[in-house]
């Protein structure tokens, strides 16, 4: 394989969930830049479509489609699948990206909170997932799988509540769903792997990235001194989804900086004092 088609994309067929905002655009744009038709859909069919408007001006070799699909709810997942087969017959990539989120105190913390954020990061993943599989079949092949890309966080494998603790609970069912499938579907060579973000701006975290002083405070907090930026994860998708990725499946891969191997200060720290 010559280089220039090491992270090379071209031909093949993405869906990005959620793909209008934060990390779903910014990997819509990786997928994008490497060649790929990539189809982004969330619950806002506008913002959807002004994203593609403007993924498509940029000049990259691929093309975006944008339109509504709903991953909450039953009805809204198969409308989704419905959508997805009028556009094309078969997907080489599946990004798992919508997703939700809430914070309260402990001892606050609303039932419906728990089932909504559920809902939408573990069903409407797993639900849709499933769905898709006659698809990502249809493009399978030993020597280049279908990918699957799930969006977990960091959250979901170090105990950082932060008040959200239904939304780190469902990533880190993300990361062992994660897991079990990527067994099971090893066969129909298809790879299962997940991202495990730490801090990226997006309006799911727009209270702590949306002001550039606390942005930076925040990014100080980060073993690597900073927040994500775009390319973090356009990158990642862009090996993951090319040829680098097609021997890796099960794997959690943290884009977080450095916080996933974060361990508290040193257990002898005083005594070097």
């Not at 990502?136 to 105990?159: I, K, Q, Y």
């Not at 959200?164 to 994660?178: D, E, F, P």
């Not at 495990?196 to 799911?204: D, Q, R, T």
Request: net charge negative; proline share 4%.
């Amino acid at each position: 394989m010559t280089p220039d088609k090491l992270f090379s994309l071209a031909g093949k067929t993405a869906l990005v969930t959620g793909g209008a905002t934060g990390i779903g655009r910014m990997a819509a744009e990786g997928l994008c830049a490497a060649g790929a038709r990539v189809l982004i859909a969330s619950r806002k069919e506008e913002a959807c479509l002004r994203a593609a408007d403007d993924l498509n001006t940029l000049g990259y070799s691929g093309i975006v489609e944008g339109f509504s699909g709903d991953v909450a709810t039953e009805d809204g997942i198969g409308a989704l699948t419905s959508e997805i087969a009028k556009r094309t017959d078969r997907l080489d990539i599946l990004m798992n990206n919508a997703g939700t989120s809430w914070g309260m105190p402990l001892g606050q913390f609303p039932y419906e909170a728990w089932d909504r954020v559920m809902r939408l990061n573990v069903t409407g993943l797993f639900q849709l997932t499933q769905s898709l599989l006659p698809m990502l079949e249809a493009s399978a092949s030993d020597d280049d799988p279908a990918r699957v890309v799930n969006v977990g966080s960091v959250m979901g494998e170090t105990p950082h509540g932060d008040r959200a603790y239904s939304y780190a609970a469902s990533k880190a069912a993300v990361h062992h769903l994660t897991k079990i499938l990527a067994k099971e579907l090893a066969d129909k060579r298809i790879t299962v792997n997940a991202l495990a973000p730490g801090p990226f701006v997006s309006k799911m975290t727009a209270f702590a990235t949306a002001d550039k002083d606390t942005r930076s405070r925040v990014g100080a907090q980060v073993p690597l001194g900073r927040v994500g930026k775009p390319e973090d994860i356009a990158a990642i998708l862009q090996f993951l989804c090319g040829a680098g990725g097609g021997y890796i499946t099960g794997a959690i891969i943290p884009v977080s900086g450095g916080i996933n191997v974060e361990t508290g200060p040193d257990l002898f720290q005083e005594a070097y004092n």
